[in-house]
């Protein structure tokens, strides 16, 4: 059974920094590259960044590039997404998300999406 | 990265069929055939519909096809059904490498 599962949300203060995992099981997690989309409660989705299945491209939404990071770690079927400068804004829930072919290059949609983890600002 | 226009609402009444449709530009909708759309229930993750236009997912309904006309897309949902009132976002991959979604259409089953 494919599966992806978020965890590592919780609460920040503005300009803070948080790192988000994705631990991924059910399919050949190094053939696959990866996304982070997150959703502002009641709100839409926002795409925001996808790594390639060997790590070696990555892209970024204009919105937090400079700010986050993707990574990878094939040996552990987990993706990273390293947040850091945090702007009210980014205090949503954030859903890793596989990218539906094998050796893709990040043209392809998500198929399977995590159950996502929030993040929110402390007052 | 603008998002694509999709209408707040629409809806229809059981066994109808109704349109979303999602324009984009020239950059995403317009020059790739790589338009997807999501289904999400409240307090659930989203779920991959139709990808590259037209395509279902194995072992997904028939009931829900894409099309695309220059820069817009449509997904049609035909003999509505009341598991179909959802939220649905329509995708593009864009020319600057990335994914751009649109900002949702809530479908009601009156």
């Known amino acids: 059974q494919v599966q992806l599962v978020e965890s590592g949300g919780g609460v920040v203060q503005p300009g803070g920094s948080l790192r988000l995992s994705c631990a991924a099981s059910?399919?050949?997690?190094?053939?696959?590259?990866m996304h982070w989309v997150r959703q502002a409660p009641g709100k839409g989705l926002e795409w925001v960044a996808f790594i390639r299945y060997d790590g070696s491209d990555k892209y970024y939404a204009d919105s937090v590039k400079g700010r986050f990071t993707i990574s990878r770690d094939n040996s552990k079927n987990t993706v990273f997404l390293q947040m850091s400068s945090l702007r009210v804004e980014d205090t949503v829930v954030y859903y890793c998300?596989?990218?539906?072919?094998?050796?893709?290059?990040?043209?392809?949609?998500?198929?399977?999406w995590g159950q996502g983890t929030m993040v929110t600002f402390s007052s | 990265q603008s998002a694509l226009t999709q209408p707040a609402s629409v809806s229809g009444s059981p066994g109808q069929s109704i349109t979303i449709s999602c324009t984009g530009t020239?950059?995403?909708?317009?020059?790739?055939?790589?338009v997807s759309w999501y289904q999400q229930h409240p307090g659930k993750a989203p779920k991959l519909m139709i990808y590259d236009v037209t395509k279902r997912p194995s072992g997904l309904s028939d009931r829900f096809s894409g099309s695309k006309s220059g820069n817009t897309a449509s997904l049609t949902i035909s003999g509505l059904q009341a598991e179909d009132e959802a939220d649905y976002y329509c995708?593009?991959?864009?020319?600057?490498?990335?994914?751009?979604f649109g900002g949702g259409t809530k479908v009601t089953v009156l």
């Open positions: 059910g399919f050949t997690f190094s053939t696959y590259g």
């Open positions: 998300a596989k990218g539906l072919v094998e050796w893709d290059g990040g043209w392809h949609p998500f198929d399977i």
């Open positions: 995708s593009s991959y864009t020319s600057s490498s990335t994914w751009v």
């Open positions: 020239t950059s995403d909708v317009g020059t790739y055939n790589y």
